[in-house]
């Protein structure tokens, strides 16, 4: 396998989309958004309509990610191809969501797919803006029965929720690791951020909650500010105060916010 980019057999439309749903959103983050819309081989040489799959990415993810190569891997747009070039599947058009400059990218690093008054209203943007958008300009097959999401982490939990709040345009799913018991996955590190942010509060205040609030991200990143920024980010999907900002304990700890 050649560690370099290879020709695809179908065809990876980068389009951008302009949302009112995401005009004015609490963190300014912008409205206009890329998203990328693939096409199996011989989609120009038939007049007939296709199943979609839509791909959400998890955490952090964002839209260049899709063209990361490792050694020996395809990265998933050509992963992909090599699949229906080869018959190994029905054909579909894939869609991969990409929210704001990034798969649900908002300037905490990521959202859960969810209306937030902390982060924006994503899970309205990918339902009532992105699904028409597509169906408008794609033959696609726009019943409920030929449309399915997919995704990873977080986007395992936008797959997973979206049908079951939006059954009228979902019929299947598929949630690889998704995020789910957060009383498991992400309560249990609130103490040990709070505990490694009061050993350092100069430092860590200012990397991840100025980093952040800046749109640039933890200064000095490593896995505890890693842990925080995520905290805070997380938080801010589903504890937003009406001053959108995330009822968190470690924001209490490092800014003294109550």
């Known amino acids: 396998m050649l560690p370099w980019s290879a020709p695809l057999a179908g065809r990876l439309d980068e389009l951008v989309i302009d949302s009112a749903l995401l005009q004015g959103n609490p963190l300014g983050d912008p409205a ?10 011989g989609y120009e040489d038939t007049g007939r309509r296709f199943p979609s799959v839509y791909v959400l990415q998890g955490y952090t993810g964002h839209v260049a990610m899709w063209r990361n190569r490792s050694p020996y891997r395809q990265p998933f747009p050509e992963t992909a191809d090599a699949v229906f070039a080869a018959g190994e599947t029905p054909p579909v058009v894939v869609v991969v969501v990409v929210v704001v400059v990034v798969d649900a990218w908002t300037t905490y690093g990521g959202s859960q797919f969810v209306d937030s008054p902390g982060t924006g209203r994503y899970h309205s943007y990918l339902c009532d803006k992105v699904v028409p958008f597509v169906d408008a ?41 998704g995020d789910a018991l957060y009383e498991l996955c992400y309560l249990a590190q609130f103490g040990k951020a709070v505990r490694y942010c009061a050993t350092c509060v100069t430092t860590t205040a200012t990397s991840v909650h100025g980093g952040l609030t800046s749109g640039q991200g933890p200064r000095s990143p490593s896995p505890q500010t890693g842990s925080c920024s995520k905290l805070l980010g997380v938080s801010a999907c589903f504890s937003a ?4 900002h995330p009822r968190v304990a470690v924001r209490s700890a490092l800014w003294g916010a109550a």
């Not at 206009?32 to 199996?40: E, F, N």
């Not at 300009?137 to 997973?160: C, D, N, V, W």
């Open 32 to 41: 206009r958004r890329p998203l990328w819309v693939y096409v199996l081989p």
């Open 137 to 177: 300009r794609y033959r696609t097959l726009p019943q409920r029965e030929h449309r399915a999401i997919s995704g990873k982490s977080s986007g395992g939990f936008g797959a997973m929720i979206t049908p079951m709040l939006r059954p009228d345009l979902f019929g299947a799913l598929a949630s690889h690791a």
């Open 241 to 244: 105060r009406e001053d959108v």
